[in-house]
């Protein structure tokens, strides 16, 4: 593996937290680059695939 700095956290009842910079190809073929995104897990987000915190809002808790 090139990158060992990188790191995926698994927030109970929350997102992913990917630590690093990564680059997200979005449905529509934009190209975001992003610096330790947030990414939805609940499927709630009105920002998917990253979180706005919607989860928090509901009984989500895997």
């Known amino acids: ?3 060992m ?3 995926i956290k698994v927030y109970k ?3 992913y ?3 690093g910079e990564f680059k997200i190809v979005m449905p529509s073929g ?3 680059m992003v ?3 947030h990414l939805c897990r609940c499927g709630l987000s009105k920002n998917k695939p990253f979180c ?3 989860h928090a ?6």
């Open 35 to 37: 610096k330790d995104p």
């Open 30 to 32: 934009e190209v975001k």
């Open 1 to 3: 593996m090139e990158n």
């Open 5 to 7: 700095n990188n790191e």
């Open 13 to 15: 009842g929350g997102p």
């Open 17 to 19: 937290l990917f630590t």
């Open 52 to 54: 706005d915190g919607s």
């Open 57 to 62: 809002k509901s009984d989500f808790d895997k």
